[in-house]
């Protein structure tokens, strides 16, 4: 009993030491069509004021994120698009999804 505890406490501390910090003074948001239909979408307003053609990508700023194991300061994107609304919150310096494939 006393070998299985002590051998997930080093399994922890080791996962807790592998996390990574994540700081980006500008980080990026991007979204990809990669399919045959054009997809009109608009970054946090519910009318659509941007066109997404097939097999292209369009990007936008979200600014700054910081992620600790202590810590963390992210930004949630709003996404309105033919294909769905979404939300996601930004955690790394550079996302990428697919609207369509």
Known sequence: MKKSI??????????YSCAKDIECDDAQF??????NDTIKYSWESS????TLFPNS???R??????ISRTS????????NSTKGNY???????Y??????E
């Open 6 to 15: 002590f051998g997930l406490f080093i399994i922890m501390a080791l996962t």
């Open 95 to 100: 996302t990428e999804v697919i609207l369509d």
């Open 47 to 50: 009318y659509y004021t941007d």
């Open 72 to 79: 963390s300061s992210y930004k949630t994107i709003m996404l």
């Open 30 to 35: 991007c979204i990809v069509n990669n399919g």
């Open 57 to 59: 990508k369009a990007c």
């Open 87 to 93: 939300y996601y919150d930004v955690t790394d310096c």
């Open 61 to 66: 700023s979200v600014g700054y994120i910081h």
